[in-house]
């Protein structure tokens, strides 16, 4: 009788253990989980405020000089892509705007004090700087200041659109600097929003289509040379897709790539697609185009004169490029193609 009494509260001692073990189990799941999903909220709370800090502070100064916000907000994206790809020359404090202003073309070339935040001496040098939040000072590290002072410089042009290119190439002396301001200047105005950094992937998921890194191997027709993108093997007629709000910025056609087009996003970045069986009628250079939206169809057309075809199996080549103000460079498009296949994936598995 003893016996059976011990083995029962045993019996109960094993089971209280078994569902304190499950219970705390459970508790440090949770725990583990809430950290990385609040990781995720905060990093698309922070991104979401970068946003809202730059329209504010570009509205603010077009309120004030009459220079529309997405001339502003172009020529700010537009210098944050050379300091990605000059980072060590255009060095400066933590701030909203992306703006690189010399000390030299702020404080006046021929002044004395290179380091001169004083409005009135800094015009005195007809120097760039300006005061734009009212403290007295022309600070190039204070965001009112800065965009101030750029709106002040394209103010004196005028406002007409061939006077606000006159001013882009009285600035920078570059006929690239010109044309991608204006490229991000129709995608913003067009769109009325900064955040145009979705992305697709360029074939339709649903397709049969297959792919692996193939940046940097060999090539030989046409001379020696690498292969400057990633082949993704399909079937003639799946459609090519736009990955990016962009600026359709080259068509027609390659000796290389046949028939192809090129495309300009707004981080700078030119996305290639080659060996294409057509394009999209209705597109035309200049025109903006949103991910997701078909621009032609996977072909073999290429190596040779316009209209050849048939020199390789049908597949989608991709390619993209870095500016950096005076050239651009390849580099391996792979990891964004599966980052955004995945992000594709897991979208159309939320609906």
């Not at 083995?7 to 583990?32: D, E, G, M």
């Not at 000059?86 to 070339?109: L, M």
């Not at 940046?215 to 990955?243: C, K, M, Q």
């Amino acid at each position: 009788m003893l016996l059976r009494i011990r083995l029962r509260c045993a019996a109960r001692w094993c089971l209280l253990l078994l569902v304190t073990a499950i219970v705390q189990h459970t508790c440090s799941s949770h725990v583990a989980a809430a950290p990385a999903e609040q990781s995720k909220s905060q990093q698309q709370q922070t991104e979401d405020d970068i946003y809202r800090s730059r329209a504010m502070l570009y509205r603010q100064i077009s309120k004030k000089t009459g220079v529309p916000w997405y001339r502003l907000a172009a020529i700010d994206q537009y210098e944050r892509t050379l300091t990605r790809v000059h980072p060590k020359d255009r060095q400066h404090a933590e701030r909203v705007s992306g703006i690189f202003v010399n000390s030299h073309v702020w404080s006046g070339q021929f002044n004395p004090d290179q380091e001169d935040q004083n409005p009135a001496s800094i015009a005195f040098f007809e120097g760039f700087g300006r005061d734009g939040s009212g403290d007295g000072q022309a600070n190039p590290d204070d965001d009112m200041d800065l965009l101030f002072s750029v709106a002040a410089y394209l103010a004196n042009y005028g406002q007409a659109e061939d006077k606000f290119h006159i001013a882009l190439w009285e600035y920078y002396h570059n006929s690239r600097s010109v044309q991608r301001i204006r490229q991000f200047t129709s995608l913003y105005q067009t769109h009325g929003t900064l955040k145009l950094n979705q992305h697709a992937f360029p074939l339709p998921l649903s397709s049969d289509y297959s792919y692996r890194s193939t940046w940097g191997s060999g090539r030989s027709w046409g001379g020696n040379r690498i292969h400057e993108g990633t082949d993704l093997f399909a079937r003639y007629g799946v459609p090519v897709r736009s990955t990016c709000y962009g600026v359709v910025e080259v068509k027609g056609w390659n000796p290389f790539g046949g028939w192809r087009i090129g495309i300009r996003d707004i981080d700078n970045r030119y996305h290639y697609y080659a060996h294409l069986s057509g394009f999209d009628k209705k597109l035309s250079t200049g025109d903006l185009v949103t991910p997701g939206q078909t621009i032609g169809w996977v072909g073999s057309s290429g190596y040779g004169k316009p209209g050849t075809q048939g020199k390789f199996p049908p597949h989608l080549h991709y390619g993209i490029y870095r500016d950096s103000g005076l050239s651009e460079w390849s580099f391996d498009p792979y990891p964004l193609l599966k980052r955004w296949e995945q992000m594709e994936r897991k979208q159309l598995k939320k609906r």
